[in-house]
């Protein structure tokens, strides 16, 4: 009978990984893989683990072999049909909830919500505030609707999310006006190499590119963001490591001031914003 230090020694993947998919498959904490690492596994679980183990030699994402990802301590639901959350996102929610610190029941807004974990970070953060999740794709909003059921107290004081299906702001209520708005949209170019690499092969194509020079939607949503927010609301979008001065020239052009940007953990500038005052 096999067992997990076997597996261990002859997968082809790096140990963490393995030990990532055999907790999932055996239904183990980590220590057991330790401390039952001799004990005869089922075989049927050793066929489940191999299915997973090839399918992550064949480059498919951890996360959605697994169907979950952490993301600002909270653990989401992940599937092909939403973006995988990364860690480097998750300055844009510390930058959201630095801004509505000291409002009292903030309105804020998410757009391009994916699995929903920016909109759920800062409402689990954030209990009073009252939180707008925005996304075109109506699968993507099904994974989010689960994971805010999931992770947020139903009672909260902000009540539940509220999810809309819009192409970035178009079925909005006009009449709604944000504290702050905040988005990850798709930035990468339709011609860049990286769409047919790693990860990125087995996330939906619309959450990742625009099918253009990568900055289609970020001017979408800059153009339209005066419209919804309040005086000195604040605007704040993720983008690729070479569009940082793009952003801030679209920002200042539109007429937000205090116009910035910040590094993430790599010491990338990863997000960009501004307040808008007019």
Do not use: C
Request: glycine share 8%; hydrophobic share 45%.
């Amino acid at each position: 009978m096999t067992t997990v230090a076997e597996l261990l020694r002859g997968s082809p993947l790096p140990s963490l990984e393995t030990r990532i998919l055999l907790t999932h498959v055996l239904g183990w904490r980590r220590t057991e893989l330790i401390t039952r690492d001799s004990e005869p596994l089922d075989t049927a679980a050793v066929e489940r683990y191999r299915t997973l183990e090839a399918r992550r030699a064949d480059g498919e994402p951890i996360a959605q072999l697994v169907g979950v990802r952490e993301f600002f301590g909270l653990e989401f639901e992940v599937t092909p049909d939403v973006l995988i959350p990364r860690p480097e996102t998750e300055l844009l929610v510390e930058t959201a909830l630095a801004h509505i610190e000291t409002i009292a029941a903030p309105r804020v807004l998410d757009l391009g919500t994916g699995s929903g974990a920016i909109a759920i970070a800062i409402a689990s953060a954030r209990d009073d505030a009252h939180v707008w999740a925005v996304d075109r794709s109506q699968a993507a909003l099904d994974v989010a609707q689960r994971n805010a059921a999931k992770l947020l107290d139903a009672a909260r004081a902000g009540g539940a999310l509220t999810f809309v299906h819009s192409d970035w702001t178009q079925a909005l209520d006009p009449s709604l006006r944000f504290h702050a708005i905040v988005s990850n949209p798709p930035y990468i170019a339709d011609d860049d190499p990286h769409l047919e690499q790693g990860d990125l092969r087995f996330e939906p194509r619309g959450a990742l590119t625009d099918e253009a020079d990568g900055l289609a939607a970020i001017r979408a949503i800059i153009e339209s963001a005066p419209f919804l927010l309040v005086q000195n609301g604040a605007l704040w979008l993720e983008h690729g490591y070479d569009q940082a001065a793009d952003v801030r020239a679209l920002l200042a052009a539109r007429g937000f001031t205090g116009v910035q940007s910040k590094t993430d953990i790599a010491g990338i500038e990863r997000i960009s914003g501004g307040i808008f005052t007019a």
